[in-house]
């Protein structure tokens, strides 16, 4: 009895208005997570949730829902495996708490014959499935809610029938899915749905196993993974009241969507081609039909609500501000790597909480049928009697009625044996079912299988394949009695051969297949061991179940569906995963990345295998961005994953970010299906493709545009000594590798371009403050570009910029060369050398762009905007004081003043400094003609300067290559074939040798390079020299 008065307190509250209820929850970390040392983002205190920026601390938002629990900490398992509160009153929400709140509520509006909707929205990962499902003993809304529907069935006697209507035939499927109808009375619907009753929650369960299943076997047919769909589940419930003559009918829509990562922008980049994919698709008009409820429930006139613009929008119309009464649970992650997702996922759920529906109690249209041709009959049966008593002359309208009579009675007939027969079907399913479940289970005491693994945890081991004694063949055949069926990209029509003699089960792959075992492609008879991992095609991935006797108690849940693809990648030489003996944990930034990249690889495997069935000649080629490149201070980059894109036949090359290649993924899939439909369609011809799409909507073609394929760092110390440097640069690509060699000058000279003598050496930069500096960077010749090896149809620029320039400078372009001159030369000048400027050039590089232009696509250019420059065409990096700078063009009479000033004040400071040491060697002459030993070795002090100077210009020479050489050990890794790991240990040991050494070294030069210059500083001082 309490539970009862509870469940109808929570139905009142929810039926008062008839507004969407959101709840949110947040779930704890996951090992992903934990391994990335995220931190928690989220607050909530009471019904309100807190967000906060991990990049801007003080940026909070804040959201205020109907439900909000915490479900990330404060939590224990008991002994029955249920996860509850540590303690009693603790905050932790449990499986329990979220349905005594949600799930009994949306009961209680069936049972009074109201329709209801749940509906689960959040990322990817985010335990929508946890929290719709359950796992194990913790079961989740949808069970529960199955079981005390039933509950209610059997404590009312007036409650006769129960429907599940399942969305997936178990037939032969339309290839386009089925037709979404529409009907004035019942708006829209699916055409040729399956209604199945059932009076048990277990038949229930039974059935979305069923529906699971299906949905599984689909997704691995349409190559899309379950993300990319959404779950929709109807219960209808129908009630029938004898005393009262009341009879009510509810549908009960549980709606689990897909991850709503998928439908997020990336922010700073558009693609040009639409929004890929119908499920983006889908989740874009959803939104933009809840923002349009929203905008009517506050008083806005809106002209039109989106419905018809998507399926899904169409089958959640009574959901949303219609005849229902609906509860939405948001579902998001806490971490800080989430916090995109996370606050779209919010931003959501609060314009969902505006929504205005508008329930009604449903009766059931049956019944009233069956009534209104009750009352029908009854009323020609008076007619009949009363046309009887007339006479003959009514025969022919007697005969009519008495048609219409007869046709009502078929009718009604038809009615009432109509849900018999569903009864007789639904059995008939039952028994076939249930006689598969257990024929199953036989087997798999029996026989080794392979279990299918699905980036969905919840559609992982769904799908069984029995491996019987003898040779079977799997692939796409399925004529053969000994063929294992399966489809999927890159599957043959015999794609391999297993053969279980003598309780060993081995693995022969055929001629053009693609088989992988634990990571490594396989060509040759392979045995397979209990828990091995298959890969076969481009990504069905599967695990190996080996006989009873070799199972023991292992833990099978480890190998999802990630450490599939972590051992892909530890194959291609990625190993982010664990750190080794003495080397300290791994970055958490590289262990995102390394995550990005698994999730990317079956998705470049797809597209590869697209591209090869379409004769595109287009390549995927996954990269980390920034691998191996620093800033200007030597800082690493932040890495990301980008995927490098070639059209094998043009030579022409992309460089497309993850977002825009995930985008591209599902456009490349919308074009697979039409062309696998149109083959489907005429088997006469072979080696059919899709109709040429226009080259502006192919998702496999961009326009080529200029390509970064390297930097190299000039560092820029040498110009606070004004000692002039010449280097040759290795211009190094994202990942490491050598894509030319730069050679490139910086030259320290006059305001008029001439170089700077040894003479003119500084022993102290600090010399340079308040003064003019004047140098020139000269980039001579690139040679032995990669870039232009590979096709000789391409040109080459580098781009660079100084200080504070906000825009880069560019070099000519130069094509069709490998070792082409350059011969670019630019002039800098500081106005007045400040200390910030000179920190700049004793600390930092220019950053020396190597960019590839291909044909077809325009030559950088340097912009001018906001760049000060002479009228002589020097760059202006620094001018006197903080005065605000006009313009070029307003603002070059005053620079040239002023560059005038700067050059008369210089001249005057020398004159000066010349007059005072002509002064000081005529004392010194005069000392030497009285013979003073110590005063002629005094006289020498200029002559000591210059070589001092000299040696000063070796020693810079000499460090810059010994900087350079330290870099090129940094990036030292042995090859791929050296995959041992105590070469590894020594690889990493070294290093690690290396990198305190650099440290060091560079260290002891600076102080060293600090204490000459204070101690010839003091000795001037002491002289008088230029004091």
């Given at each position: ?59 909070r ?13 404060g ?39 109201y ?60 290839p386009?899915g ?25 038949q ?22 379950s ?24 549908n ?55 419905y ?127 006689a ?14 392979i279990?299918?693994?699905?980036e ?121 995963g ?14 995102a ?43 690493d ?20 970010s ?156 130069v ?35 190597l ?48 560059v ?43 002559s ?35 995959d ?48």
């Open positions: 009895m309490p539970a009862c008065c509870t469940m109808r307190a929570k139905a009142s509250d929810m039926h008062s208005k008839d507004c969407v209820k959101v709840a949110v929850r947040v779930r704890p970390f996951n090992k992903r997570e934990r391994d990335a040392g995220s931190r928690s983002i989220v607050s909530m205190v009471s019904s309100s949730i807190t967000i906060q920026d991990p990049r801007e601390p003080q940026s938002r804040s959201f205020c829902f109907d439900y909000a629990y915490w479900s990330h900490s939590f224990a398992r008991d002994r029955g495996g249920l996860y509850v509160p540590e303690e009693p009153g603790g905050r932790y929400a449990d499986q329990d708490s979220v349905f005594q709140d949600l799930g009994e509520g949306i009961l209680e509006n069936a049972l009074q014959g329709n209801a909707t749940l509906l689960a929205y959040g990322q990817t990962g985010s335990g929508k499935s946890y929290s719709m499902v359950g796992y194990g003993p913790n079961k989740g809304l949808v069970p529960k809610l199955c079981d005390r529907l039933f509950q209610a069935i059997r404590e009312n006697q007036d409650t006769r029938q129960c429907q599940v209507v399942d969305l997936l035939s178990r037939g032969s499927r339309n386009g089925l037709r979404v109808r529409e009907e004035q009375q019942r708006g829209f619907y699916v055409e040729g749905l399956r209604t199945v009753p059932c009076d048990s929650a277990p229930v369960e039974q059935l979305m196993e069923q529906g699971t299943r299906t949905r599984t076997t689909a997704a691995t047919h349409m190559n899309a993974n993300s990319r769909s959404h779950m929709l589940i109807i219960l209808q419930l129908k009630q029938i009241f004898s005393k009262e003559s009341i009879t009510k009918q509810s009960i829509n549980l709606v689990d969507l897909a991850g709503s990562e998928r439908q997020r922008s990336s922010g700073s980049e558009a693609d040009r081609l639409k929004e890929g994919t119908a499920i983006n698709l889908s989740l874009t008009t959803l939104g933009n039909v809840i923002s349009s409820l929203a905008d009517v429930a506050v008083g806005k006139k809106v002209v039109h609500i989106p018809r613009d998507s399926v899904l929008t169409k089958l959640l119309q009574s959901a949303l501000g219609g005849n229902s009464r609906t509860v939405m649970i948001a579902t998001l992650s806490p971490a800080d790597i989430c916090y995109e997702e996370s606050l779209s996922t919010l931003r959501y759920a609060e314009r969902a909480k505006r929504i205005q529906n508008r329930a009604v109690v449903n009766e059931s249209p049956t019944e009233r049928l069956v009534k209104e041709l009750k009352a029908e009959n009854a009323r020609l049966l008076q007619r009949l009697s009363r046309l009887g008593q007339e006479g003959r002359r009514a025969n022919d309208e007697t005969k009519e009625l008495r048609q219409l009579l007869t046709h009502n009675e078929l009718q009604i007939r038809a009615i009432q044996t109509l849900w018999e027969q569903h009864l007789q079907e639904a059995l008939k399913d039952w028994e076939q079912q249930y598969n479940i257990t024929q199953e289970r036989r087997m798999m005491q029996m026989h080794p299988y279990l299918n693994i699905n969905d945890a919840q559609l992982s081991g769904v799908v069984k394949l029995f491996i019987q004694e003898g040779e079977w063949d799997i692939g796409l055949c399925d004529s053969s009695q000994r063929s294992i069926s399966i489809k999927g990209l890159g599957i043959q029509q015999r794609h391999a051969v297993f053969r279980n003699e003598q309780r060993r089960v081995t693995l022969t792959p055929l001629a053009g297949s693609k088989v992988i075992v634990n990571g490594n492609a396989v060509s040759q008879t392979t045995e397979l061991q209990h828990l091995d991992r298959l890969i076969l095609g481009s990504n069905c991935t599967y695990l190996f179940i080996g006989y009873p006797s070799e199972r023991g108690g292992d833990d099978w849940s480890r190998y999802d569906y990630d450490y599939f693809q972590s051992e892909l990648a530890a194959a291609e030489g990625i190993h982010l664990e750190s080794s003996a003495g080397s300290s944990q791994t970055d958490p930034s590289l262990l990345v390394f995550y990005d990249y698994i999730k990317l690889m079956p998705m470049v495997a797809e597209a590869n295998q697209m591209s090869q069935e379409l004769n595109k000649g287009v390549e995927f080629k996954l990269e980390i961005k920034n691998l191996a490149l620093s800033d200007s201070k030597g800082h980059l932040e890495k990301e994953i980008a995927v490098r894109v070639t059209c094998m036949g043009r030579k022409q090359v992309w460089m497309w993850k977002a825009k290649f995930v985008n591209r993924k599902f456009l490349m899939e919308e074009a697979y299906q039409q062309h696998q439909a149109e083959k489907s369609g005429d088997n006469k011809v072979e080696g059919l493709s899709t109709a040429a799409l226009p080259r502006d909507k192919d998702p496999f073609w961009d326009p080529v545009e200029p390509l970064l394929l390297g930097t190299a760092h000039l560092w820029l110390q040498s110009l606070a000594f004004r000692i002039p440097l010449e280097e040759q640069l290795e211009v190094l690509g994202s990942e490491g590798t050598e894509e030319a060699i730069l050679q490139a000058q910086l030259v320290p000279c006059t305001f008029t371009g001439l170089p700077l003598g040894e003479d003119d050496i500084l022993i102290d930069p600090s010399e340079l403050l308040g003064r003019r500096l004047d140098f020139q960077l000269v980039l001579e010749q690139c040679c032995g570009l990669r870039w232009i090896r590979e096709a000789r149809n391409r040109g080459v620029q580098i781009g660079f910029r100084l200080f504070d320039s906000s825009q880069p400078l560019y070099s000519p372009a094509w069709h060369n490998v070792n082409p001159l350059l011969d670019h030369r630019v002039h800098f000048a500081s106005l007045h050398t400040s200390q910030r400027l000179l920190d700049y050039l004793q600390s930092s590089a220019v950053v020396l762009e960019w590839g232009l291909q044909e077809g696509c325009t030559d950088l250019i340097s912009s001018l905007e906001g760049v000060r420059m002479t009228t002589e065409g020097i760059f202006i990096i620094e001018e006197a004081g903080p005065t605000h700078t006009a313009p070029v063009d307003s603002a070059e009479p005053s620079c040239s003043v002023r005038l000033q700067q050059d008369l004040e210089e001249l005057k400071s020398v004159n000066t400094s010349l007059r005072k040491e002509n002064h000081s060697l005529r004392e010194q002459l005069n000392a030497a003609r009285n013979g003073g030993d110590s005063v002629r070795g005094r006289s020498v002090r200029p000591c300067d210059a070589e001092f100077a000299r040696a000063l210009k070796v020693f810079y020479h000499s460090m810059t290559s010994v900087r350079a050489q330290l870099q090129r050990l940094r990036r030292h890794r042995p090859s791929e074939e050296s041992l790991l105590g070469l590894r240990l020594f690889v990493d040991e070294q290093s690690r040798l290396l990198r305190d050494f650099s440290e060091q070294l560079e260290q002891s030069v600076s102080t060293l390079k600090q204490d000459v210059a204070a101690i010839v500083r003091r000795k001037r001082e002491r002289s008088g020299i230029w004091s």
